[in-house]
């Protein structure tokens, strides 16, 4: 006998965090139109890997101070590189 199981609980801890800092530096970046910041999300979720939880509060219950520090840059390192990934893709393509 098969029980229905809920999966909706998984997900990837760094979908969040990468969508507001995609949303947080957007302004710095005016020449990238907003339906190209989903792309600018997958690209850096992409250099981030998955790290996947149920419950984003025990995850950072057990992350000491310096790992979440950590997190944070490699978040942060990934979202940059993506923006520039992806607007210097489109000025690739403005130009042909």
């Known amino acids: 006998m098969t029980t229905n199981i809920d999966f909706t609980s998984v997900h990837n801890h ?3 965090p990468v969508f507001d800092a995609v949303s947080r530096l957007a302004p710095n970046y005016p020449y990238l139109e907003a339906d190209a910041l989903p792309d600018v999300a997958c690209v850096a979720l ?3 890997g998955s790290r996947y939880i149920r419950h984003t509060v025990d995850l950072n219950f057990y992350l ?3 790992e979440r520090l950590a997190i944070e ?6 979202v940059t590189y993506a923006f520039e990934f992806v607007q210097a893709r489109i000025a690739m393509r403005a130009r042909r």
């Open 46 to 48: 992409n250099r981030l």
């Open 64 to 66: 000491t101070e310096k």
């Open 73 to 78: 840059q490699t978040i942060g390192e990934a």
């Open 14 to 16: 760094y979908e969040r």
